[in-house]
Nanobody
Framework: QVQLVESGGGLVQAGGSLRLSCAASRSIFSTNYMGWYRQAPGKQRELVARITSGGSTDYADSVKGRFTISRDNAKNTVYLQMNSLKPEDTAVYSC??????????WGQGTQVTVSS
C-alpha cells in the first residue's frame, strides 16, 4: 500500500502563485512516473503535469510556461509550482503515481481556487 498526501492548496488571486506538495509513504524512486491531475466542477479530470523517474516532464498546453513539476527523491515528494494563476486553473488537484510492483495510487486531492 502507498499513501499520497497533497498539501499547499488554497485561495489565491489571479496572477498569484501556489506550490503544491505530494508526499509519498514510500520511495518515489521506484515509480515509473509521478503526476498531477486536476478536475474542475462539471469537467473531466485532466493531466496537468507528469515527471518520470529519469526527470523527463510533460505539461498540459494550458499550463506550459506557468507550472513546473519537480521531484525530491530523498524526501519522497513531488511538487507543482504554479505561477501566474488564472481563474480557469480553479480545480481539485490530485497527485498520482505508478509504483512498480504495487500499482497506481492517488492522493485525496487539494482544492485550488483562483479569484479574478
Amino acid at each position: 500500500q502507498v499513501q499520497l498526501v497533497e498539501s499547499g492548496g488554497g485561495l489565491v488571486q489571479a496572477g498569484g502563485s501556489l506550490r503544491l506538495s505530494c508526499a509519498a509513504s514510500r520511495s518515489i524512486f521506484s515509480t515509473n512516473y509521478m503526476g498531477w491531475y486536476r478536475q474542475a466542477p462539471g469537467k473531466q479530470r485532466e493531466l496537468v503535469a507528469r515527471i518520470t523517474s529519469g526527470g523527463s516532464t510533460d505539461y498540459a498546453d494550458s499550463v506550459k510556461g506557468r507550472f513546473t513539476i519537480s521531484r525530491d527523491n530523498a524526501k519522497n515528494t513531488v511538487y507543482l509550482q504554479m505561477n501566474s494563476l488564472k481563474p480557469e486553473d480553479t480545480a481539485v488537484y490530485s497527485c498520482n503515481g505508478y509504483f512498480y510492483g504495487l500499482g497506481d495510487y492517488w492522493g485525496q486531492g487539494t482544492q485550488v481556487t483562483v479569484s479574478s
